[in-house]
Nanobody, 119 residues
Framework: QVRLVESGGGLVQPGGSLRLSCAAA????????MSWYRQSPGKERELVAHIRSPDNSTNYADSVKGRFTISRDNTKNLVYLQMNSLKPEDTAVYYC????????????WGQGTQVTVSS
């Protein structure tokens, strides 16, 4: 049974930092591209950052470039999202996604973690 469990969310002031983690279980982690998405009330879920396997190439939404960094540790089945210089508009539920790199319709999601940026 595949499970993705996000952690690290919380309340932070504007300009602050958070690091989100996503722990994967029940899959061969190195065979999956990993992404972070986010969704705020009344908006569609949007891609924040993506890291491919096996080359670890990354891409980011324009709104987070230069502030967020995605990384992965295949030895621990973890993917991270380091978020710096946070803004109120970064407030959202952040979701982890895994996509099987050989069959990209095979997709798994975590349950999400809330990030709130407010003074």
């Amino acid at each position: 049974q595949v499970r993705l469990v996000e952690s690290g969310g919380g309340l932070v002031q504007p300009g602050g930092s958070l690091r989100l983690s996503c722990a994967a279980a029940g899959l061969t982690f190195s065979n999956y591209h990993m992404s972070w998405y986010r969704q705020s009330p009344g908006k569609e879920r949007e891609l924040v950052a993506h890291i491919r396997s096996p080359d670890n190439s990354t891409n980011y939404a324009d709104s987070v470039k230069g502030r967020f960094t995605i990384s992965r540790d295949n030895t621990k089945n973890l993917v991270y999202l380091q978020m710096n210089s946070l803004k109120p508009e970064d407030t959202a539920v952040y979701y982890c996604q895994a996509v099987f790199r050989f069959v990209n319709t095979l997709t798994y999601w975590g349950q999400g973690t809330q990030v709130t940026v407010s003074s």
